[in-house]
């Protein structure tokens, strides 16, 4: 099978390219780069007036299956990814159960191969159940495919457990990763403290709730020598500590979410959840800081952390709604939306060279023997429709906006799994 990426820019840091070139995929890796490659029985992809870039990997998403699978599936979730640009995700363990054991690792894989969509890399959980007390088995998860570990969705309380987790998984090379939130500091917070809260009268959480985990989880990781990453960073504090930590020698990686980036902690004036969301909307001074860090090459990765849930859960009372909404399918349009000053380059550094270096997987380049793993996207403004997601979360704060840059076609291991706006499972894309 062979697959043409024709006629579009193509931007590769890792190559050093940035030039007008066509990419000639060939059995799942790329065969040849080139001015104008004939097509020669290959299946071609218009990328006319379109960057083309080594695939994006989504380093933060919820697939929700096993166990919730009236919000996600394996089968929707990477539909939404390969729609949004996506060539690949790592999935985070807060399924019900939860990943961490080998055999329910291993099922999320076969689950994902069949869905024929992007590829998935599971992340499994840093305690069994992600309760926090007892260490799950590293070696047998990484040896079923787990990238990474995390209890992301909540932050261990016991700072002993954590260590003693972060020494016994040292010879790993896979990264902690750390959702940072002070569940005491936090309590029964349902938005950013502030001044927006205090007019409200609702419970906030305020930005020191995540400061002083991504303070301790630095400081376990620089004792433990471990390789870590922060998730969802939310305040100039933490951006403080990651270069601080930096400067100490210990191995840190962070990244930011699109909604972060773009929106304030002043969406609860209707006492609705749209926008209630884990780590929650922040104020002015910290949204600017994460923008700042993104340009200043603090932040590494731009990550989703895509979270659906069903309408009706959603449509509770504020205080009783999940956090938390889809964000596969607006990402690179909300990331240009934000910082629409950033470089291509790096852009693509953000989105693919960094995140397969820091999960330690393939990709990150279209180098000649690479995986055949292609995004192509283009700066055509779109007005974004929730209804039309296929992701089964509708819900997002995006609803309604026009953003800038959108997705125009995605190839996973070579064969075309979007384009014109249609997914094609990859069984489909070979017949
Ligand atoms: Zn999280």
Known sequence: MKTLVKGGRLVDPVAGIDANLDVLVENGFVGRIGEHIEPDGARVVDARGCIVAPGFIDMHVHLREPGQTHKETIATGTAAAVAGGFTAVACMPNTEPALDSAAIVSEVMRRADAAGLARVYPVGAITRGRAGTELAPYHLLAQAGCVAFSDDGS???????????????????????????????????????????????????????????????????????????????????????IRWARTRGVRVSCEVTPHHLVFLDDRFDD????????????????????????????????????????????????????????????????????????????????????????LGVPGGTLGVGSPGDVSVFADRPWTVDARLFHSKGKNTPFDGLTLPRRAVATVVDGAVVFEHGRVLPRQEAVA
């Open 155 to 241: 932050t261990p309380r016991d700072a002993r457990v954590l260590r003693n987790a972060a020494r016994y998984a040292s010879d790993l090379g896979c990264a902690f990763i750390s959702h940072c939130e002070d569940p005491d500091l936090k309590g029964d917070a349902v938005m950013n403290e502030g001044a927006a809260s205090m007019r409200l009268g609702l419970a906030g959480s305020p930005g020191l709730a995540e400061d002083v985990v991504v303070a301790r989880d630095l400081l376990i990781a620089a004792d433990c020598e471990k390789v870590w990453h922060i998730a969802h960073v939310t305040t100039a504090t933490s951006l403080d500590l």
């Open 271 to 358: 006492y609705r959840a749209e926008s209630k969301v884990n780590p929650p909307l922040r104020g002015a001074h910290d949204r600017d800081a994460l923008r700042a860090a993104v340009l200043d090459g603090t932040v590494d990765a731009l990550a989703t952390d895509h979270a659906p849930h069903g309408l009706d859960e959603k449509a509770q009372l504020l205080s009783a709604a999940p956090v938390g909404f889809g964000g596969l399918e607006i990402a690179i349009g909300a990331y240009a939306f934000a910082l629409p000053q950033l470089a291509p380059a790096r852009f693509v550094e953000l989105l693919s060279v960094n995140p397969a270096r820091i």
